[in-house]
């Protein structure tokens, strides 16, 4: 009897979730409520998890919960440590929640929202849960091993190496694109700069509050930390409004960017921990608790989709990014579907912690599906704006003119009506100056965020307040993952160097640290730089670059994990891995070409360098065209070092299928766990 | 598991959760370790060992 209600419940959630999707698909010329969206990510992921993880669990992974983890092995209380399953979680999913999620599909909603919604499902329920989830348990297997050590030991050193530049390259365009998003979203805002310049002082009190008046409380200073930041935003407000104090804060994009990128040299470089380590803290806690309240601001709003499902810009003319949907919408949405630098996380802090191996479905699986909810409710805020609204927000000066007026113009043209009075009385509304060219998806995201938190809490008249707190929020969070990626960027250049002369390796010596910070924040901060003075916005370059590293990364953990799959004997079920990296492929390498060889200047770099020769040549002329060449030929590069790594894997499955090769896998042995009595 | 219980184990959970993620677990661990009582100098020392393991953790995009 029971086990007919569950077949029966289950049956209820598979009908309820092909009603919401059908509804998104289907629905032509009338607007639907996002709860939809809701509706089917909910029903997706416990499909997913139920069904589809317990298979990889049961008969890909055959997880074995007698199986002593390097937790309970190596446990040094440090590191190494036994953790509740739940906690396992919470770490994991705040360690691979940034701002990926938030921003992709803001961007991605160009193209309407279905292709996003469709693409964070199916991607995230066949391609990245599987690829968190078995990486996560392979490094368990390893004694925590990273996935460059998997890569070199399982496939190669060629993986390795591939991995190692990957990651690298990764992570430098990562924080060139985070510190674009930062620019484009507090240029000529003194609001947004006085409130993210004021978490410095209070990252200070609290670090001195945690260090002298009450030691190790992090959570109390975090919360007292948060009140403070509050305040500044309100305070804000008045100085923004302030014909004395609005100037000191008010900076062109250009500035910002030397600021940021000065700061992100001075976190790398000098021992500024009593900033650093509390304005983690407070951006952790900012994180969690401001994606709580979306999510409850959405249900108790269940706000209306103002975006079709599909544009006219499916066809590749979006002012957005260019790029047709295929493969653009695939690259742009990483995180919140698949995103290679999870399973960094994956083989990193996370193996080391998992209890009982049995876990690691639902902290590998589980996390990623809850970080796909974060970037359905980020497709939801995008959307529930004014398509008119979002495209004058989003859409850079060199393409829709200069002035509020020619911009209005440009998007009503379109089919997509807005007008310069109205952008300006939202722009009021929020407490910016304008909301015109606002590239990079956070203003976008924010006006979203705002409208619903303004809708269940406070009504209009604190929607200021809410833009604010979005943009504070968005800005902490991306600077927190640009000191810590420059700090994680400085010593791996720094472990690299060591083989070719000691001292460069040595983390304590100050040259060392001096000129690797300075390669770092120069490799970063020459993206940033070339963002900010590209006329088409620098979001059109960048961002779809960082998705190809990200995807491409993503390939190189799906070769790392099929080669394992293969070398167990399991070769029959190596398809749940292959598939999704078999797409990855198809959407990296044709997003790859495109970007490199499309005849579309706006689209193609080398085509657009060829444009720019043509033109009336200047100095700045000169340097766009060598940005352009730049990017096509790090592009190249990537894409020829992952197909090394794919030919390298390919050949070792088809040696170890055909028995031309004994499959030799690299786990520790099996150690029966001390915990076996509790778990029965 | 009556509901109340249910409540209490979940907010106690929550709180595991909280204290995990702001390390205050981890500095409660160190101190039993070093059997050693909480003050300015034990955290300043558990600061340091926590900032070289920290440091190279990646965060995410």
Redesign the interface.
């Known amino acids: 009897m029971a086990k007919f209600f569950r077949v029966l419940a289950w049956l209820i959630v598979a009908s309820l979730g092909t009603l919401a999707v059908a509804t998104i698909a289907l629905h032509r010329g009338e607007q639907i409520s996002a709860m939809w969206l809701v509706l089917a990510a909910a029903c997706t992921y416990a499909l997913g998890y139920r069904f589809y993880s317990k298979f990889i669990s049961a008969r890909v992974l055959a997880l074995d919960s007698l199986r002593a983890t390097p937790a309970e092995r190596l446990d040094n209380?440090?590191?190494f440590?036994p953790?509740?399953k739940?906690?396992v979680?919470?770490?994991h999913f705040?360690?691979?929640?940034?701002?990926?999620p938030l921003i992709g599909p803001v961007l991605a909603a160009q193209f309407g929202y279905l292709p996003g919604t469709l693409w964070i499902l199916a991607g995230a329920v066949f391609g990245g849960c599987v690829q968190d989830f078995v990486i996560l348990l392979f490094s368990v297997r390893r004694d925590g091993k990273s996935l460059t050590e998997m890569a070199r030991e399982e496939i190669g050193r060629v993986g390795g190496f591939v991995a190692y530049v990957a990651v690298l390259s990764?992570?430098v365009i990562?924080l060139g694109a985070?510190a674009l998003i930062v620019v484009n979203a507090l240029k000529s805002s003194p609001w947004g700069v006085f409130t993210i310049a004021m978490t410095i002082p209070i990252a200070v009190l609290m670090g001195f509050y945690?260090?002298?008046m009450r030691?190790?409380?992090?959570?109390e200073s975090?919360v007292l930390g948060f009140a403070l930041v509050i305040l500044a935003i309100l305070a804000g407000q008045w100085i923004s409004q302030n014909a004395i104090t609005a100037p000191w804060f008010t900076f062109t994009a250009p500035t910002l960017a030397i600021v940021i990128i000065i700061y992100g040299y001075a976190a790398s470089a000098l021992p500024v921990?009593l900033l650093l380590?509390p304005r983690d803290?407070l951006s952790?806690?900012v994180k969690?608790g401001t994606i709580g309240l979306l999510a409850i601001g959405i249900i108790v709003w269940h706000p209306t989709l103002r975006m079709p499902p599909l544009t006219r810009f499916v066809d590749g003319t979006g002012p957005v990014f260019s790029g047709s949907v295929f493969p653009f919408a695939f690259i742009t949405i990483?995180?919140g579907a698949i995103?290679g630098?999870?399973s960094?996380?994956s083989s990193?802090?996370t193996p080391k912690l998992i209890r009982c191996e049995t876990e690691t479905r639902m902290v590998g699986y589980g996390a990623m599906m809850a970080e796909s909810m974060v970037a359905i409710l980020a497709t939801i805020a995008a959307c529930v704006l004014q398509p008119g609204t979002y495209f004058a927000i989003n859409s850079p000066a060199g393409i829709v003119g200069k002035t509020a007026d020619a911009a209005a113009a440009t998007i009503s043209g379109w089919g997509f009506p807005v007008t310069a009075e109205g952008m300006h009385a939202l722009a009021q509304a929020v407490g910016e100056q304008t909301l015109f060219n606002r590239t990079g998806g956070a203003p976008a995201f924010a006006v979203g965020m705002a409208q619903i938190f303004s809708n269940s809490l406070g009504g209009q008249a604190v929607m200021a307040i809410w833009y604010h707190f979005a943009i504070m929020f968005e800005a902490l969070f991306i600077l927190?993952?640009l000191d810590?990626?420059t700090?994680?960027g400085r010593?791996m250049v720094q472990d690299a160097l060591g083989h070719l002369w000691k001292p460069l390796g040595r983390?304590s010596w100050y040259p060392s640290i001096l000129a690797t910070s300075a390669l770092i924040v120069g490799a970063w901060g020459y993206f940033l730089w070339q963002g900010v003075k590209d006329p088409l916005g620098g979001i059109n370059s960048l961002w779809p670059l960082?998705g190809i590293c990200?995807q491409l990364l993503a390939t190189v953990a799906l070769c790392v994990a099929t080669t394992i799959i293969v070398k167990t004997h399991k070769a029959r079920f190596a398809p749940v891995t292959v598939a999704p990296l078999a797409w990855l492929i198809a959407v990296t390498f044709t997003a790859s070409w495109h970007k490199m060889f499309d005849p579309n200047p706006r689209i193609g770099f080398l085509a657009q360098a060829r444009q720019l020769s043509a033109g009336v040549p200047s100095h700045e002329v000169s340097r766009l065209i060598f940005n352009d060449r730049l990017d096509a030929v790090v592009t190249g590069i990537l894409v020829s070092l992952v197909t090394l790594i794919l030919l390298e894997s390919a050949w070792l499955w088809i040696r170890v299928i055909s028995g031309h090769k004994q499959a030799e896998v690299k786990e520790v042995p099996f150690v029966m766990t001390r915990f076996a009595e509790e778990q029965g | 598991m009556n509901p109340t219980a249910w409540l209490a184990r979940t907010a106690a959970?929550f709180v595991?959760?909280?204290?995990?993620?702001?390390?205050?677990s981890?500095?409660?661990?160190?101190l039993?370790?070093r059997r050693v009582s909480?003050?300015?100098e034990?955290?300043?020392e558990?600061?340091r060992?926590?900032?070289?393991?920290?440091?190279?953790?990646?965060?995410?995009?």
């Open positions: 209380g440090r590191d440590v953790t509740n739940w906690v979680f919470g770490h705040a360690a691979i929640a940034g701002p990926g990764i992570i990562l985070g945690v260090r002298r030691p190790g409380k992090v959570l975090s921990w380590a803290y952790t806690f969690l990483a995180c995103s630098f999870h960094l996380i990193g802090t927190t993952v810590a990626g700090r994680v010593f983390t960082f990200n | 959970l595991c959760f909280l204290r995990e993620i702001f390390d205050e981890a500095y409660t661990r160190f039993r370790q909480s003050s300015p034990s955290y300043a558990f600061c060992e926590q900032a070289a393991s920290k440091a190279r953790r990646p965060r995410c995009c």
